[in-house]
Nanobody, 122 residues
Framework: QVQLVESGGGLVQPGGSLRLSCAASGTFFSINAMGWYLQAPGKQRELVATITSGGSTNYADSVKGRFTISRDNAKNTMYLQLNSLKPEDSAVYYC????????????????WGQGTQVTVSS
């Protein structure tokens, strides 16, 4: 059983910062690409940023220069540093990961965390 657990959300004033974490636990061999997504009320889930196992990153235009994605492969943990937060960044943030759960035959499964709420308001 593999689980992704997010933490670090909360209420912050505009211009403030938060650091989200996503920790993978359970039985698996390694983690390939990981990503953060957000979903605002009444809207579809959308990509925030992704990171490969080698550390290559990709960001949505709306967060470039403000958010930074990173990961610690030894800890099976991914992070999202959110700076210069705006009210429109308010959403539930979800982590996602492609995890290798079998070697022979090779098998990769995709997992989602339960989400963590980020609210940016004065």
């Amino acid at each position: 059983q593999v689980q992704l657990v997010e933490s670090g959300g909360g209420l912050v004033q505009p211009g403030g910062s938060l650091r989200l974490s996503c920790a993978a636990s359970g039985t698996f061999f390694s983690i390939n690409a990981m990503g953060w997504y957000l979903q605002a009320p009444g809207k579809q889930r959308e990509l925030v940023a992704t990171i490969t196992s080698g550390g290559s990153t990709n960001y949505a235009d709306s967060v470039k220069g403000r958010f930074t994605i990173s990961r610690d492969n030894a800890k099976n943990t991914m992070y999202l540093q959110l700076n210069s937060l705006k009210p429109e960044d308010s959403a539930v943030y979800y982590c996602n990961a492609d995890i290798i759960v079998g070697l022979w035959p090779p098998r990769t499964s995709n997992y989602w965390g339960q989400g963590t709420q980020v609210t940016v308001s004065s």
